[in-house]
């Protein structure tokens, strides 16, 4: 069946500009995580998605970023005023269920946006 | 907080020459140890999940081994395509996420 997804794949922006990144999980997980990706560094945790909420946002780096998942399903992480430093490569994933509960599921990841902060 | 080290760095392997590439973990609570494998310009791709010590998994020329205190991910008579980037990661107690290592970037070479 279709993985998922994440659009753009390539963003370019001028440091300040907000940027709108989109993840689509694969169909039926009803968690979903983002995590970045730095040059030469592991991947970082950002936000987890239980359904539309959001339990855990610990790792929001500042209050420019923040994320929304609608429909149990879609999800966008907006980054505001953006700065070089958040240059990366963003990755979603899905799971099946969280991994707070019994057991951990796997993560399957997409391909993930490349963002450029010139 | 979770910690996660992977070793080496780097590796480099001849078509058929048998290596193991380590995954050594500091958690409390283990829930998984999953390994993923990454080519450049890609998202990860799930491998195994390894829940308790003793466990081992198996997948075409890749094995992988969990102990109390690290994994192994075992690559027997490597070809050209096995080479990536393999990622271990940790979850753990109450967290919800993946805690990642930095990965061991393998290249085989004909």
Redesign the interface.
Known sequence: GAG?SQSPSNKVTEKGKDVELRCDPISGHT?L?WYRQSL????E?LI?F?GNSA??KS?LPSDRFSAERTGGSVSTLTIQRTQQEDSAVY?C?SSRQ???GA??????????TRLTVT | EDQVTQSPEALRLQEGESSSLNCSYTVSGLRGLFWYRQDPGKGPEFLFTLYSAGEEKEKERLKATLTKKESFLHITAPKPEDSATYLCAVNAGTASKLTFGTGTRLQVTL
């Open positions: 998922v968690a995580y030469g560094q592991g991947l945790f987890y239980q339990p855990d790792g990755l994933a969280g991994l707070a057991s951990a599921y796997e993560q399957y990841f997409g391909p993930g």
